[in-house]
């Protein structure tokens, strides 16, 4: 079983940049397709972005593309989510998610493991 451990969250003002880092403990994170997803006390959890194994497959939640990147190293066992262009409603928190079948989905129900959350607050 793998541990996720996000970091890199904070506040910003719009217009600015974070970058998320996900963090493997336990097992190598390259044996699975990675996801970002957020969620607000308001809404349920929302795709973000997804990775497949080798990194040649990405998926984007449409509210995002063009401002966000998600990446991954497989030798430092990371992945990672770069944010520009940043909006308050951006503001959730943000979870790392591991799914065993290699399918950069944004299904959350798909995924199998979970980190505990990093806050993301952009102000206006």
């Known amino acids: 079983q793998v541990q996720l451990v996000e970091s890199g969250g904070g506040l910003v003002q719009a217009g600015g940049s974070l970058r998320l880092s996900c963090a493997g403990a336990g097992r190598t994170l390259s044996i699975y397709a990675m996801g970002w997803f957020r969620q607000t006390p308001e809404k349920e959890r929302e795709f973000v972005a997804a990775i497949s194994r080798s990194g040649s497959f990405t998926n984007y939640a449409d509210s995002v593309k063009g401002r966000f990147t998600i990446s991954r190293d497989n030798a430092k066992n990371t992945v990672n989510l770069q944010m520009n262009s940043l909006k308050p409603e951006d503001t959730a928190v943000y979870y790392c998610?591991?799914?065993?079948?290699?399918?950069?989905?944004?299904?959350?129900?798909?995924?199998?493991?979970w980190g505990q959350g990093t806050q993301v607050t952009v102000s206006s």
């Open positions: 998610a591991a799914r065993v079948v290699d399918n950069p989905t944004g299904l959350s129900d798909m995924y199998n493991y």
